[in-house]
């Protein structure tokens, strides 16, 4: 079945950075585009970036854009999200998701990223 687990969130001061990794298994990890979500406590879940299955394509909200970079290993059946200059406003719980075009949306448990000033 497919599965996909975040890690690398963590508690961090405004500036500091945070690596995050999503590790999929259960499917062709390269036949699919991964976004980025994350949600904080008491809002919606808003979207931060996609990558296409060969990198070729990221899309970022514009909320990260500048300070977040997204790749992924397809060797290794995992993405990743650099993020830099941390603000308190990107403290949120962030999912990694993909969306297998009809076949199902699968999402992670979520990492917490807590950034304070």
């Known amino acids: 079945q497919v599965q996909l687990v975040e890690s690398g969130g963590g508690v961090v001061q405004a500036g500091e950075s945070l690596r995050l990794s999503c590790k999929a298994s259960?499917?062709?990890?390269?036949?699919?585009?991964i976004k980025w979500y994350r949600q904080a406590s008491g809002k919606e879940r808003e979207f931060v970036v996609r990558?296409?299955?060969?990198?070729?394509?990221?899309d970022y909200a514009d909320s990260v854009k500048g300070r977040f970079t997204a790749s992924r290993d397809n060797r290794k059946n995992e993405a990743y999200l650099q993020m830099d200059n941390l603000v308190p406003e990107d403290t949120a719980v962030y999912f990694c998701?993909?969306?297998?075009?009809?076949?199902?949306?699968?999402w992670g448990q979520g990492t917490q990223v807590t950034v304070s000033s």
């Open positions: 990558i296409s299955p060969y990198a070729a394509l990221i």
């Open positions: 259960g499917y062709t990890f390269d036949l699919y585009a």
């Open positions: 998701m993909v969306d297998q075009d009809g076949r199902g949306t699968y």
